[in-house]
């Protein structure tokens, strides 16, 4: 898989908490199947990192992450889940975890933020810490379809 540098990720991680933690707004936790149009805006950002994105596979789960409102009619949330993809040898890697910063109008989603995607163990250990830290434990990964 090719892997966007750290830093890069890092500074937008820490931008969007920033704008989070700064909004003072009340954020709720919310329970949803994404959408199919929702899944095509995540998986569309995912593959743009993938070496072989005509063969990602993805597993989707709820959206369990909290919701933040922004304004009458847009929020924003984190989400993740697992994408299969082929290396460069042209095998499978296993499911890979992501996150992913998701923003909604209308409660649709409407641009998708890579923040974390798994590959070498520590970018799959900071993957995995990440998601934790918004809501999706290890039981979330366990039930992905």
């Keep these: 898989m090719l892997i966007r540098p ?3 990720r890092n500074t937008l991680y820490g931008l969007l908490l920033a704008i989070v933690a700064l909004s003072g707004v009340q954020s709720s936790a919310l329970a949803r199947e994404l959408t199919t149009s929702d899944q095509k805006i995540v998986a569309d950002a995912i593959k743009d990192r993938l070496r072989d994105a005509a063969s990602a596979m993805f597993k ?3 959206l369990e992450g909290v919701v933040t409102p922004a304004d009458d009619n847009s929020s924003s949330a984190i989400y993740c889940g697992y994408v299969n993809s082929r290396n460069a040898y042209g095998g499978f890697v296993g499911d890979t975890p992501y996150g992913i910063f998701l923003m909604f109008v209308d409660d649709a989603v ?3 933020v890579v923040l ?3 590959g070498a163990r ?4 900071a993957a995995y810490q990440f998601c ?3 809501g999706y434990g290890a039981g979330y990964f366990a039930g992905l379809r």
Excluded: D, H
């Excluded at 520590?122 to 250990?125: A, C, G, H, L, S």
């Design 122 to 125: 520590r970018e799959t250990n």
């Design 6 to 8: 750290m830093k890069v």
């Design 132 to 134: 934790a830290q918004n």
């Design 60 to 62: 989707w789960g709820a």
């Design 116 to 118: 974390g995607l798994g």
């Design 110 to 112: 409407v641009s998708a």
